[in-house]
Protein backbone atom coordinates (compact mmCIF):
# COMPACT_ATOMS: atom_id res chain seq x y z
CA UNK A 1 0.00 0.00 0.00
CA UNK A 2 1.12 3.39 -0.86
CA UNK A 3 1.25 5.87 1.96
CA UNK A 4 1.08 10.19 0.74
CA UNK A 5 0.49 13.01 2.20
CA UNK A 6 -0.40 16.20 0.40
CA UNK A 7 -2.31 19.59 0.96
CA UNK A 8 -4.99 20.57 -0.84
CA UNK A 9 -6.75 24.04 -1.03
CA UNK A 10 -9.88 24.94 -1.23
CA UNK A 11 -12.86 26.59 0.30
CA UNK A 12 -15.44 24.26 1.80
CA UNK A 13 -18.90 23.56 1.27
CA UNK A 14 -19.00 22.55 5.18
CA UNK A 15 -23.28 21.97 4.76
CA UNK A 16 -24.80 20.80 7.71
CA UNK A 17 -25.27 17.16 6.78
CA UNK A 18 -24.73 16.18 10.65
CA UNK A 19 -27.04 18.20 12.64
CA UNK A 20 -28.03 15.32 14.37
CA UNK A 21 -28.43 17.23 17.30
CA UNK A 22 -31.27 19.82 15.56
CA UNK A 23 -32.73 16.71 14.23
CA UNK A 24 -33.77 14.40 16.77
CA UNK A 25 -37.32 15.91 17.22
CA UNK A 26 -38.57 13.49 14.46
CA UNK A 27 -41.88 13.11 13.52
CA UNK A 28 -43.07 14.02 16.69
CA UNK A 29 -41.85 17.33 16.73
CA UNK A 30 -44.84 19.93 17.43
CA UNK A 31 -43.88 23.51 17.14
CA UNK A 32 -46.00 26.94 16.13
CA UNK A 33 -44.56 27.80 12.82
CA UNK A 34 -45.73 30.80 12.71
CA UNK A 35 -42.97 31.08 15.91
CA UNK A 36 -39.99 30.80 13.63
CA UNK A 37 -38.41 33.08 10.51
CA UNK A 38 -38.61 30.12 8.11
CA UNK A 39 -40.49 28.83 5.35
CA UNK A 40 -43.03 25.99 6.11
CA UNK A 41 -43.35 23.48 5.23
CA UNK A 42 -39.92 23.49 3.07
CA UNK A 43 -40.43 23.63 -0.57
CA UNK A 44 -39.96 20.85 -3.07
CA UNK A 45 -36.30 21.16 -3.85
CA UNK A 46 -35.37 20.08 -7.33
CA UNK A 47 -32.12 18.88 -9.00
CA UNK A 48 -32.72 19.77 -12.19
CA UNK A 49 -32.47 23.10 -10.56
CA UNK A 50 -28.50 22.66 -9.84
CA UNK A 51 -27.78 21.18 -13.04
CA UNK A 52 -29.50 21.97 -16.30
CA UNK A 53 -29.31 26.13 -15.91
CA UNK A 54 -25.20 24.89 -15.72
CA UNK A 55 -25.42 23.74 -19.39
CA UNK A 56 -25.74 19.87 -18.37
CA UNK A 57 -28.47 17.37 -19.35
CA UNK A 58 -30.03 15.95 -16.49
CA UNK A 59 -31.34 12.01 -16.35
CA UNK A 60 -33.66 10.52 -13.87
CA UNK A 61 -34.02 6.76 -13.17
CA UNK A 62 -35.53 4.80 -11.15
CA UNK A 63 -33.74 1.49 -9.21
CA UNK A 64 -35.90 -1.04 -7.06
CA UNK A 65 -34.19 -3.24 -4.33
CA UNK A 66 -34.99 -6.36 -3.24
CA UNK A 67 -36.89 -5.66 -0.74
CA UNK A 68 -39.01 -2.96 -2.20
CA UNK A 69 -36.94 0.60 -1.74
CA UNK A 70 -37.54 2.58 -4.98
CA UNK A 71 -34.13 5.05 -5.17
CA UNK A 72 -33.74 7.79 -7.45
CA UNK A 73 -30.53 8.10 -9.17
CA UNK A 74 -29.35 10.88 -11.38
CA UNK A 75 -27.34 10.80 -14.67
CA UNK A 76 -25.33 13.66 -15.83
CA UNK A 77 -24.36 11.28 -19.65
CA UNK A 78 -21.77 13.64 -20.80
CA UNK A 79 -20.11 17.37 -20.45
CA UNK A 80 -21.59 20.44 -21.73
CA UNK A 81 -19.99 19.71 -25.48
CA UNK A 82 -22.78 17.09 -25.98
CA UNK A 83 -22.71 13.55 -26.64
CA UNK A 84 -19.41 13.29 -28.87
CA UNK A 85 -16.80 10.71 -29.00
CA UNK A 86 -16.58 7.02 -28.01
CA UNK A 87 -19.22 5.30 -25.00
CA UNK A 88 -18.43 6.60 -21.89
CA UNK A 89 -17.19 4.93 -19.03
CA UNK A 90 -20.15 4.68 -16.10
CA UNK A 91 -18.98 6.67 -12.26
CA UNK A 92 -20.66 6.15 -9.17
CA UNK A 93 -20.57 9.26 -7.01
CA UNK A 94 -22.27 8.18 -3.72
CA UNK A 95 -23.01 10.39 -0.62
CA UNK A 96 -22.87 10.48 2.92
CA UNK A 97 -24.94 10.13 5.74
CA UNK A 98 -28.02 12.95 6.50
CA UNK A 99 -26.75 13.69 2.31
CA UNK A 100 -28.19 13.70 -1.02
CA UNK A 101 -26.96 13.84 -4.80
CA UNK A 102 -27.22 17.36 -4.82
CA UNK A 103 -23.78 17.69 -2.65
CA UNK A 104 -21.95 17.17 -6.04
CA UNK A 105 -23.67 19.27 -7.67
CA UNK A 106 -24.22 22.15 -5.32
CA UNK A 107 -21.20 24.46 -6.46
CA UNK A 108 -20.32 26.04 -9.69
CA UNK A 109 -18.84 23.53 -12.64
CA UNK A 110 -15.32 24.16 -12.02
CA UNK A 111 -16.08 23.26 -8.18
CA UNK A 112 -18.38 20.02 -8.21
CA UNK A 113 -16.99 16.63 -8.52
CA UNK A 114 -20.11 15.71 -10.83
CA UNK A 115 -19.45 18.11 -13.22
CA UNK A 116 -15.66 18.01 -13.67
CA UNK A 117 -16.01 14.17 -14.08
CA UNK A 118 -18.60 14.57 -16.87
CA UNK A 119 -15.90 17.51 -18.63
CA UNK A 120 -13.58 14.04 -18.27
CA UNK A 121 -15.08 11.43 -19.97
CA UNK A 122 -17.70 9.99 -17.85
CA UNK A 123 -21.17 9.08 -17.61
CA UNK A 124 -22.13 10.28 -13.98
CA UNK A 125 -24.80 8.38 -12.01
CA UNK A 126 -25.66 10.51 -8.70
CA UNK A 127 -28.32 8.03 -6.94
CA UNK A 128 -29.81 8.67 -3.81
CA UNK A 129 -29.49 5.95 -0.37
CA UNK A 130 -32.87 4.89 0.48
CA UNK A 131 -35.08 7.84 3.39
CA UNK A 132 -33.19 10.88 1.96
CA UNK A 133 -35.34 13.15 0.18
CA UNK A 134 -35.00 12.19 -2.90
CA UNK A 135 -35.48 8.38 -2.51
CA UNK A 136 -38.88 8.08 -0.12
CA UNK A 137 -40.67 5.53 -2.23
CA UNK A 138 -41.31 2.05 -1.75
CA UNK A 139 -43.55 -0.83 -3.41
CA UNK A 140 -45.88 -1.70 -0.43
CA UNK A 141 -44.66 0.75 2.31
CA UNK A 142 -45.20 4.56 3.33
CA UNK A 143 -42.76 6.93 4.94
CA UNK A 144 -45.90 7.73 7.55
CA UNK A 145 -44.66 3.82 8.74
CA UNK A 146 -42.37 2.99 11.32
CA UNK A 147 -41.80 0.11 9.11
CA UNK A 148 -40.15 2.05 6.06
CA UNK A 149 -37.75 3.25 7.99
CA UNK A 150 -36.10 0.06 9.75
CA UNK A 151 -32.75 0.46 7.87
CA UNK A 152 -29.65 1.19 8.15
CA UNK A 153 -25.97 1.95 6.03
CA UNK A 154 -25.92 -2.13 6.78
CA UNK A 155 -29.24 -2.33 4.90
CA UNK A 156 -27.52 0.34 2.04
CA UNK A 157 -24.38 -2.20 1.60
CA UNK A 158 -27.05 -5.19 1.39
CA UNK A 159 -29.74 -4.00 -0.55
CA UNK A 160 -28.72 -0.61 -1.85
CA UNK A 161 -25.61 -0.88 -3.74
CA UNK A 162 -26.05 -4.32 -5.42
CA UNK A 163 -29.13 -3.00 -7.18
CA UNK A 164 -28.02 0.33 -8.41
CA UNK A 165 -24.61 -1.40 -9.61
CA UNK A 166 -27.15 -3.97 -11.11
CA UNK A 167 -28.89 -1.39 -12.68
CA UNK A 168 -25.81 1.14 -14.18
CA UNK A 169 -24.40 -1.36 -15.03
CA UNK A 170 -27.58 -3.02 -17.17
CA UNK A 171 -28.21 0.92 -18.42
CA UNK A 172 -24.96 1.86 -19.92
CA UNK A 173 -24.09 -1.78 -21.16
CA UNK A 174 -20.42 -1.52 -19.79
CA UNK A 175 -18.85 -4.40 -17.59
CA UNK A 176 -17.43 -2.39 -15.33
CA UNK A 177 -17.93 0.63 -13.45
CA UNK A 178 -15.86 3.24 -11.06
CA UNK A 179 -17.38 4.51 -7.91
CA UNK A 180 -16.26 7.33 -5.26
CA UNK A 181 -18.12 7.65 -2.10
CA UNK A 182 -18.06 9.94 0.37
CA UNK A 183 -18.15 9.65 4.59
CA UNK A 184 -21.16 6.82 4.77
CA UNK A 185 -20.84 6.49 0.63
CA UNK A 186 -17.31 4.96 1.19
CA UNK A 187 -18.30 2.51 3.82
CA UNK A 188 -21.36 0.97 2.66
CA UNK A 189 -19.00 0.06 -0.35
CA UNK A 190 -16.22 -1.26 1.92
CA UNK A 191 -19.21 -3.46 3.76
CA UNK A 192 -21.04 -4.08 0.86
CA UNK A 193 -17.31 -5.77 -0.37
CA UNK A 194 -17.43 -7.98 2.47
CA UNK A 195 -20.76 -9.84 1.94
CA UNK A 196 -20.51 -9.41 -1.83
CA UNK A 197 -16.90 -10.73 -2.99
CA UNK A 198 -18.83 -10.82 -6.84
CA UNK A 199 -19.30 -7.03 -6.56
CA UNK A 200 -15.17 -7.05 -7.49
CA UNK A 201 -16.55 -8.22 -10.63
CA UNK A 202 -18.51 -4.74 -11.82
CA UNK A 203 -16.50 -1.95 -9.75
CA UNK A 204 -13.06 -1.40 -11.64
CA UNK A 205 -12.00 1.04 -8.96
CA UNK A 206 -13.50 2.72 -5.54
CA UNK A 207 -12.38 6.07 -4.70
CA UNK A 208 -13.58 6.50 -0.85
CA UNK A 209 -12.78 10.07 0.24
CA UNK A 210 -13.30 10.36 4.09
CA UNK A 211 -14.73 6.76 5.32
CA UNK A 212 -15.82 6.19 8.43
CA UNK A 213 -14.46 2.15 8.53
CA UNK A 214 -13.82 2.72 12.93
CA UNK A 215 -15.62 5.06 15.49
CA UNK A 216 -12.49 4.24 18.21
CA UNK A 217 -11.07 7.25 17.97
CA UNK A 218 -13.57 9.79 16.80
CA UNK A 219 -13.48 13.56 18.12
CA UNK A 220 -16.80 14.86 17.64
CA UNK A 221 -18.14 16.47 20.51
CA UNK A 222 -21.41 16.26 19.38
CA UNK A 223 -21.28 12.72 18.47
CA UNK A 224 -19.82 11.65 21.35
CA UNK A 225 -22.29 13.66 23.52
CA UNK A 226 -25.00 11.71 21.93
CA UNK A 227 -23.04 8.57 22.23
CA UNK A 228 -22.96 8.55 26.07
CA UNK A 229 -26.74 9.93 26.60
CA UNK A 230 -28.40 6.99 24.35
CA UNK A 231 -30.49 9.52 23.19
CA UNK A 232 -30.53 7.51 20.07
CA UNK A 233 -31.77 4.43 21.70
CA UNK A 234 -34.53 6.15 23.80
CA UNK A 235 -35.49 7.70 20.34
CA UNK A 236 -36.19 4.24 18.84
CA UNK A 237 -37.32 2.27 21.84
CA UNK A 238 -39.99 5.15 21.97
CA UNK A 239 -41.74 4.95 18.68
CA UNK A 240 -42.18 8.85 18.77
CA UNK A 241 -39.07 9.59 15.96
CA UNK A 242 -38.22 7.80 13.13
CA UNK A 243 -37.07 9.98 10.86
CA UNK A 244 -34.23 12.76 10.57
CA UNK A 245 -34.40 15.28 7.45
CA UNK A 246 -35.50 18.46 6.34
CA UNK A 247 -39.61 17.79 6.46
CA UNK A 248 -38.40 17.96 10.17
CA UNK A 249 -39.88 20.85 11.53
CA UNK A 250 -37.32 21.36 14.95
CA UNK A 251 -34.20 20.49 12.62
CA UNK A 252 -35.60 23.04 9.73
CA UNK A 253 -36.06 25.73 12.47
CA UNK A 254 -32.91 25.20 13.92
CA UNK A 255 -31.10 25.70 10.67
CA UNK A 256 -32.89 28.95 9.40
CA UNK A 257 -32.48 30.15 12.86
CA UNK A 258 -28.19 29.15 12.86
CA UNK A 259 -27.40 29.56 9.13
CA UNK A 260 -29.31 32.95 8.10
CA UNK A 261 -30.56 33.95 4.83
CA UNK A 262 -31.85 37.47 4.87
CA UNK A 263 -32.84 37.00 8.65
CA UNK A 264 -32.01 34.82 11.87
CA UNK A 265 -29.24 35.10 14.32
CA UNK A 266 -25.22 34.92 13.91
CA UNK A 267 -23.70 33.05 11.42
CA UNK A 268 -21.37 31.90 14.36
CA UNK A 269 -24.40 29.96 15.80
CA UNK A 270 -24.06 27.84 12.00
CA UNK A 271 -20.41 27.31 12.37
CA UNK A 272 -20.34 26.12 16.31
CA UNK A 273 -22.84 23.43 15.14
CA UNK A 274 -20.61 22.69 12.25
CA UNK A 275 -17.52 22.35 15.31
CA UNK A 276 -19.85 20.33 17.38
CA UNK A 277 -20.57 17.86 14.35
CA UNK A 278 -18.06 16.97 12.68
CA UNK A 279 -14.92 19.86 12.82
CA UNK A 280 -14.83 23.08 11.14
CA UNK A 281 -12.23 24.69 8.83
CA UNK A 282 -13.55 27.96 9.30
CA UNK A 283 -10.54 29.21 6.97
CA UNK A 284 -12.54 27.13 3.59
CA UNK A 285 -16.10 27.96 4.69
CA UNK A 286 -17.64 30.13 2.70
CA UNK A 287 -20.36 31.16 4.58
CA UNK A 288 -22.41 33.86 2.12
CA UNK A 289 -23.73 30.21 0.06
CA UNK A 290 -25.46 28.88 3.34
CA UNK A 291 -28.79 29.87 2.40
CA UNK A 292 -28.32 27.70 -0.46
CA UNK A 293 -27.02 24.67 0.71
CA UNK A 294 -29.91 24.57 3.71
CA UNK A 295 -32.37 24.03 0.96
CA UNK A 296 -30.92 20.37 0.26
CA UNK A 297 -28.99 19.51 3.34
CA UNK A 298 -29.60 17.50 5.55
CA UNK A 299 -31.14 15.29 3.25
CA UNK A 300 -32.95 12.72 5.53
CA UNK A 301 -32.21 9.15 7.15
CA UNK A 302 -33.48 7.05 9.67
CA UNK A 303 -33.05 6.89 13.70
CA UNK A 304 -31.63 3.36 13.28
CA UNK A 305 -29.29 4.15 11.05
CA UNK A 306 -27.91 6.81 13.15
CA UNK A 307 -28.20 4.81 16.36
CA UNK A 308 -25.73 1.87 14.20
CA UNK A 309 -23.28 4.62 13.83
CA UNK A 310 -23.46 5.13 17.56
CA UNK A 311 -23.59 1.56 18.48
CA UNK A 312 -19.89 1.44 16.96
CA UNK A 313 -18.85 4.24 18.76
CA UNK A 314 -19.97 3.37 22.12
CA UNK A 315 -18.76 -0.70 21.22
CA UNK A 316 -15.40 0.61 20.44
CA UNK A 317 -15.00 3.00 23.31
CA UNK A 318 -16.36 -0.07 25.76
CA UNK A 319 -13.83 -2.25 24.37
CA UNK A 320 -11.16 -0.53 23.76
CA UNK A 321 -10.60 -1.60 19.79
CA UNK A 322 -12.30 -0.98 15.74
CA UNK A 323 -16.21 -1.97 15.73
CA UNK A 324 -17.46 -2.41 12.53
CA UNK A 325 -20.33 -4.79 12.04
CA UNK A 326 -24.04 -5.11 11.77
CA UNK A 327 -27.13 -3.33 13.32
CA UNK A 328 -27.74 -4.80 16.69
CA UNK A 329 -31.07 -5.34 17.70
CA UNK A 330 -30.86 -5.63 20.97
CA UNK A 331 -34.65 -5.59 22.61
CA UNK A 332 -35.86 -2.90 19.90
CA UNK A 333 -37.48 -5.77 17.30
CA UNK A 334 -38.69 -3.93 13.98
CA UNK A 335 -41.21 -6.88 14.48
CA UNK A 336 -42.29 -8.90 16.72
CA UNK A 337 -40.04 -11.66 15.54
CA UNK A 338 -41.58 -15.07 14.66
CA UNK A 339 -41.91 -17.14 17.98
CA UNK A 340 -43.85 -16.95 20.98
CA UNK A 341 -41.31 -16.98 23.41
CA UNK A 342 -39.61 -13.67 22.59
CA UNK A 343 -38.58 -11.90 25.35
CA UNK A 344 -36.59 -8.56 25.86
CA UNK A 345 -33.07 -9.47 24.14
CA UNK A 346 -33.31 -11.90 21.84
CA UNK A 347 -34.48 -9.56 18.40
CA UNK A 348 -30.60 -10.38 17.18
CA UNK A 349 -31.65 -14.20 17.67
CA UNK A 350 -34.76 -12.99 15.29
CA UNK A 351 -32.65 -10.89 12.81
CA UNK A 352 -29.59 -12.96 12.37
CA UNK A 353 -29.16 -16.68 11.61
CA UNK A 354 -27.19 -17.88 15.12
CA UNK A 355 -28.29 -14.82 16.94
CA UNK A 356 -24.94 -12.90 16.90
CA UNK A 357 -24.12 -9.67 15.08
CA UNK A 358 -21.82 -10.67 12.44
CA UNK A 359 -18.90 -8.07 11.81
CA UNK A 360 -17.92 -6.87 8.12
CA UNK A 361 -14.86 -9.07 7.98
CA UNK A 362 -12.04 -6.32 6.15
CA UNK A 363 -9.92 -9.28 5.13
CA UNK A 364 -12.60 -9.68 2.51
CA UNK A 365 -12.33 -6.74 0.88
CA UNK A 366 -11.56 -7.51 -2.53
CA UNK A 367 -12.14 -3.89 -4.92
CA UNK A 368 -9.08 -2.43 -5.67
CA UNK A 369 -9.10 1.06 -3.04
CA UNK A 370 -7.50 4.93 -3.36
CA UNK A 371 -8.37 6.34 0.47
CA UNK A 372 -8.33 9.71 0.87
CA UNK A 373 -8.38 10.58 4.84
CA UNK A 374 -8.56 14.47 5.96
CA UNK A 375 -5.75 15.04 8.66
CA UNK A 376 -7.94 17.31 10.60
CA UNK A 377 -11.13 14.99 9.84
CA UNK A 378 -12.60 14.11 13.57
CA UNK A 379 -15.40 11.60 12.34
CA UNK A 380 -13.26 9.41 9.85
CA UNK A 381 -9.83 9.92 12.01
CA UNK A 382 -6.70 9.49 9.54
CA UNK A 383 -5.46 6.77 12.12
CA UNK A 384 -8.40 4.96 12.44
CA UNK A 385 -9.05 4.77 8.78
CA UNK A 386 -5.29 3.50 8.11
CA UNK A 387 -6.07 0.66 10.92
CA UNK A 388 -9.06 -0.63 8.98
CA UNK A 389 -6.75 -0.76 5.79
CA UNK A 390 -4.46 -2.57 6.99
CA UNK A 391 -6.59 -5.26 8.06
CA UNK A 392 -7.51 -5.27 4.61
CA UNK A 393 -5.78 -7.61 1.48
CA UNK A 394 -2.54 -5.79 0.65
CA UNK A 395 -3.30 -5.97 -3.25
CA UNK A 396 -6.77 -4.05 -1.96
CA UNK A 397 -5.13 -0.70 -0.76
CA UNK A 398 -3.55 0.31 -4.32
CA UNK A 399 -3.13 4.01 -2.35
CA UNK A 400 -4.11 5.74 0.93
CA UNK A 401 -3.13 9.61 1.13
CA UNK A 402 -3.71 12.10 4.42
CA UNK A 403 -4.65 15.61 2.71
CA UNK A 404 -3.25 18.12 4.97
CA UNK A 405 -5.86 20.43 6.55
CA UNK A 406 -8.88 18.67 5.30
CA UNK A 407 -11.59 18.07 7.57
CA UNK A 408 -14.78 15.44 6.80
CA UNK A 409 -16.88 17.70 4.63
CA UNK A 410 -13.85 19.29 2.71
CA UNK A 411 -13.75 16.01 -0.09
CA UNK A 412 -17.24 17.62 -1.41
CA UNK A 413 -16.70 21.09 -1.27
CA UNK A 414 -15.34 23.76 -3.52
CA UNK A 415 -12.65 21.40 -5.28
CA UNK A 416 -9.71 23.22 -5.97
CA UNK A 417 -10.05 23.23 -10.01
CA UNK A 418 -6.73 22.21 -11.04
CA UNK A 419 -5.60 19.48 -8.24
CA UNK A 420 -9.88 18.33 -8.77
CA UNK A 421 -9.49 18.11 -12.24
CA UNK A 422 -6.10 16.03 -12.56
CA UNK A 423 -6.98 13.32 -10.16
CA UNK A 424 -10.73 12.88 -11.65
CA UNK A 425 -9.47 13.11 -15.68
CA UNK A 426 -6.78 10.21 -14.44
CA UNK A 427 -8.94 8.34 -13.29
CA UNK A 428 -10.13 6.48 -16.75
CA UNK A 429 -6.52 5.53 -17.30
CA UNK A 430 -5.75 4.02 -13.62
CA UNK A 431 -8.83 2.14 -13.76
CA UNK A 432 -9.09 0.82 -17.49
CA UNK A 433 -12.73 0.85 -17.44
CA UNK A 434 -12.83 3.60 -20.02
Not at 209 to 238: C, E, G, I, T, Y
Not at 294 to 300: A, D, F, T
Not at 378 to 383: I, P
Not at 398 to 421: A, G, I, K, P, Q
Request: charged letters at 20%; proline letters at 6%.
Amino acid sequence: MHVTNINWRGSCLCSLTLILAASLGGEAARLDPGSFPLDWPPQPVKMDDLVVPKGYLLEKHFATTSDGYILSLYRIPFGRAGRGGPPRAPLILQHGIFDTSATWVLNDPDQSLAFLAAEAGWDVWLPNSRGNDFSLEHTTLDISQREYWNFTFGTMAEEDLPAIMEYVLEKTRHPKLAYVGHSQGATQLVAASSRHPELAEKVSLAVLLAPVLSMQRVDSLLWNFLAKLNVDRLLALSGLAFRIGQSNLLSRTVIQLACPSGGGLEPILCSSILTLACGFNENQLNMTRFKDYVKYLPGGTSIYNAQHWLQLLRGARRLGRPVFQSYSWGDDCPRRPPFFWWEPGTCNAWAYRDGVVPSYDLSKVNIPLVVYAGEGDKLGVAQDTADALAAMPSQTVLNFTTVHDYEHLDFVSEHSDMECRGKVRSLPRDTGVA
